[in-house]
């Protein structure tokens, strides 16, 4: 007698994706979940109470929701992370990568507790970077301890990942940086000159088509630079008296209320508090503005530049990666509203530099942060991890 003998198949290696909001998953890992989902079996931890939002994206991925709070609280932080480790136990997850400071110290933390042999986390810009005295202190060695943690450690920007080994956070074997920086790219199809987008997105806020647009997207903080923003925007004014300001994002710290009501240009300042079309945006406004006083790369400077759109920025590490000053935009010194102004006034007053500049601001987008090449060489990084060929050098 003959008996068939069915093989079983391989097991796929398994990675999870931990983040603390699902805003995280949406704005940055499709592309990176929906080619590990062709080699991996993928799962996604995130603090969200819908299920099929995964479904949504279009992206094959178990979800599991955990509720990590993006904020300090003990009692919170102490459930998740034996959640965490309960589901990592359970499943074997061959590979924890882990973004964003809560998520990735809870994650790697409980990785470690529950055996996992490989935990990545990816740094993209530090709390503490600005902060004095002790809590520059706490935090920084929070972040110490997450290095500590993970087997593996990469940062979103060159310029970042320097200042994290001249401040004793990791080592220069352990950090690396995918390609020259950027989480996940830009996706330079969505991020274009839109003709019909920036006339549309001006109509909804009432800004003439020829009216100089600068464009803020993000979260409205002091630590980014908003305050600072809007008293360049009071200077320009005088100067630009048709020019507008628009601010795309949550206003975290009431900072719309500096907006000009005593100066009456409170009609000219604009807000957003929330889009899911940055693109459209981005086409719509002349110059970008990120006056932030810390970020990991400034990923929204670079779809700025896919849409052919300059940038006035701090010429702080991770930016400094994402702009070529002089060529792709300009920068100035943080917390100077008087080199805003100075900034965003030689665009305005120089047309021709404006539109020069955004056509390499686009060329350089394209050509060295497409998502493509952030995708895949993410996803040699893991292969590298996993063959046992990684030795800490950029990807």
């Not at 790697?108 to 055996?115: D, E, Q, Y």
Request: aromatic content about 8%.
């Amino acid at each position: 007698m003959i008996h068939s003998l069915t093989m079983s198949q391989p097991r796929r290696p398994s990675i999870c994706y931990v983040v603390s909001s699902e805003m995280t998953v949406r704005a940055f890992l499709p592309g990176h979940i929906a080619a590990a989902s062709e080699r991996y079996e993928v799962a996604v931890v995130a603090n969200s109470a819908s299920r099929d939002f995964l479904d949504q994206l279009g992206l094959q991925a178990a979800f599991h929701s955990v509720a990590i709070a993006r904020q300090i609280a003990p009692w919170a932080d102490l459930k998740a992370l034996l959640k965490l480790v309960r589901l990592f136990r359970a499943k074997h997850f061959d590979m924890i990568h882990s973004v964003s400071p809560k998520a990735g110290l809870l994650a790697m933390l409980a990785g470690w507790l529950a055996g996992t042999e490989c935990r990545i986390h990816i740094f993209t810009g530090q709390v503490w970077a600005n902060k004095k005295s002790w809590k520059r202190w706490l935090l920084k060695q929070l972040d110490r301890l997450l290095a500590g943690l993970a087997t593996h450690v990469l940062v979103d920007s060159p310029s970042q990942r320097d200042f994290l080994v001249a401040e004793g956070v990791v080592s220069s074997v352990k950090a690396s940086v995918i390609g020259v920086g950027s989480i996940c790219g830009v996706d330079a199809e969505k991020f274009k000159p839109d003709a019909e987008a920036r006339q549309r997105i001006r109509q909804d806020f009432g800004v003439p088509e020829s009216a100089p647009l600068l464009l803020f997207l993000g979260r409205l903080h002091r630590d980014k630079g908003i305050a600072d923003l809007i008293a360049a925007f009071g200077k320009l004014i005088q100067q630009f008296p048709d020019a507008h300001l628009l601010l795309v994002g949550p206003d975290e710290g009431g900072l719309l209320a500096l907006s000009g009501s005593d100066g009456g240009w409170a009609n000219h300042v604009h807000h957003a508090p929330y889009t899911d079309r940055p693109e459209h945006f981005m086409a719509a406004a002349d110059v970008f503005c990120l006056p932030s006083y810390r970020e990991g790369f400034g990923m929204v400077v670079i779809e700025a530049a896919a849409a052919g759109v300059p940038a006035v920025a701090s010429r702080i590490y991770g930016v400094t990666d994402a702009i070529e000053d002089g060529e792709t935009g300009v920068f100035h010194e943080p917390g100077d509203a008087a080199g805003i102004a100075a900034a965003v006034s030689r665009l305005l007053e120089n047309p021709g530099l404006r539109e020069a500049m955004g056509e390499k601001a686009r060329r350089r987008a394209v050509s060295l942060f497409s998502r493509e090449a952030s995708t895949s060489g993410l996803m040699a990084y893991y292969a590298k991890i996993r063959s046992g060929r990684f030795t800490g050098e950029t990807i």
